[in-house]
């Protein structure tokens, strides 16, 4: 028996200190993996915590003489997608709470593919923003208040507001073109 096999049955039998030595070796990799399904560090984190909690609570269903590692990936990215999926979920809802003809249900495949696109799309521009210019900009341009509004929400001037709505703009827009010519489009 070798030493993963047996930290994995001394965790098995609740030893916490022999569950973080069976994933020392792979803590960088779990969180690499957590990243690049979810393009963020954040998320990438608590989809990390959460694959190592199910790692821990499903650990006897793992079966021994299989990869540990490969069932521990699997892990992660199940972990990963559920994340997702809660997190498209969650972006569906409000999508429909703004628009209620819209309904998700029937969108054909290729039609969620173009969304997901976008959406990531739109991701990688707002990534390019600074703090403020992103909530100016998400508030403002994606959620419809006033300038008004977005002064009172973000404690600013009018004519910060519009400064970065500008900047904002004009990042993105140049973000998209960046990508557009990336792409050949």
Excluded at 16 to 32: D, G, H, N, S
Excluded at 42 to 56: G, H, M, T
Excluded at 70 to 96: C, H, P, S
Excluded at 99 to 116: A, F, I, N, Q, S
């Amino acid at each position: 028996m070798n030493k993963e096999e047996n930290l994995i049955r001394a965790a098995l039998g609740g030893d916490v200190k022999a569950f973080e030595q069976l994933l020392l070796p792979y803590k960088q990799r779990i969180l690499t993996l957590a990243f690049r399904m979810t393009g963020n560090m954040e998320d990438s984190r608590e989809v990390s915590q959460e694959a190592v909690l199910k790692i821990y609570r499903y650990l006897h269903s793992y079966k021994p003489g299989l990869s540990f590692k490969n069932w521990m990936y699997k892990t992660v990215v199940n972990a990963a997608n559920d994340f997702l999926r809660k997190r498209g979920r969650q972006m569906d809802i409000i999508e429909e709470h703004k628009d209620p003809g819209r309904t998700v249900g029937r969108d054909t495949p290729e039609k969620r593919y173009l969304h997901l696109e976008i959406r990531e799309k739109i991701r990688q521009c707002l990534s390019r923003l600074s703090p403020r210019e992103k909530a100016v900009y998400l508030l403002r341009d994606a959620e419809g208040m006033s300038i008004k509004e977005t002064c009172r929400v973000l404690g600013v001037s009018s004519s910060s507001v519009r400064t970065h709505l500008s900047r904002a703009r004009r990042k993105i827009r140049s973000r998209f073109e960046e990508i557009y010519m990336e792409n050949g489009r």
